[in-house]
């Protein structure tokens, strides 16, 4: 198994690869796709196989990730298991808003921790910014809930840089949650100088870019969900990241692993990255993305990939 990490500046210790679970019970984010027993199963296998990190969210669902999730983590020992989940969305009517509000949050934990069947959660994020709450107020109601014990570090996701100095101002942020991958690499220039002198963990989403860079696509597919809007996914950029990918396959074939592998592994090459949350539809899959945490990348080939998607 490979070593336990720290988040941030917390005492939380997490396995390097976690459980991104937008696919257990996201109906919204897979319409019509999502079978509930099987969403259940694949939290099932990663605590079975070593994951003890759940990445979960309110709107996954909306509301019912954090459910399912908390249906499943009764079987085991809640000491075992490291919960992270997110607010900032909030329903006006048929309107979702983002809200950062002192009071709207502590209100969102009170209810992650409801459905969560839970007294307290690991990590706790601020979703997406609002444009109103100075973010250092957002966090210090985030800081309060901690010192109360209801929730054990902070984080901030989809935050710009300068939102993320003013939420740390105090230094009570633990972990950045951004977009981040090898087709995707403005993080690098970006946040990682900030994150890595502050302590901070870089967690990355879409690391696999929805698949693509898992070398599951051929150059005639085409896609109707979230993908359909997304630039890596069209014409000719589509062609070339296929072109890109291909040239990973021998890296794949030298490490005896699979592409996805060795993209998750040449992530914990880079300063601040110390987990990972791929997500998974099978419990399969949830094994087979913990294969990334055992690949010891040489620093040519670490050089050699970045070259690729320089």
Known sequence: MANYVKLGKSDISVYPIGLGTNAVGGHNIYPDMLDEEQGKNVVRTALEHGINMLDTAFIYGPKR??????????????????????GAHKFVGEEVVIDNSPAFLKQSVEDSLRRLQTDYID???IHFPDEDTPKDEAVGALKELKDEGKIRSIGVSNFTLEQLKEANKD????????????????????FFPYTGKK????????????GLLAGK????????????DNPNFQGEKFQANLTKVAKLKRFAEKY???????????????????????????????????????????????????????
């Open 65 to 86: 990730s954090e459910e399912l999730i908390g249906e499943v983590i009764k079987e085991y020992k809640r000491e075992d298991i490291v919960l992270a989940t997110k």
């Open 123 to 125: 990590l706790y994020y």
């Open 171 to 190: 230094g009570y942020v633990d972990v950045l949650q951004a977009e981040y991958n090898l087709l995707k690499r403005d993080a690098e220039t970006i």
């Open 199 to 210: 302590e901070i963990s870089f967690i990355p989403y879409f690391p696999l870019e929805s």
């Open 217 to 228: 696509y051929n150059k005639n597919q085409t896609f109707t969900d979230l993908r359909a």
């Open 256 to 310: 005896h692993t699979e592409i996805a592998h060795v993209v998750l592994a040449w992530y914990f090459t880079r300063p601040s990255v110390d987990v990972i949350i791929p997500g998974a539809k099978r419990p399969d899959q949830v094994i087979s993305n913990m294969r990334a945490a055992e690949i010891q990348l040489s620093e040519e080939d670490v050089q050699l990939i970045s070259d690729i998607f320089s």
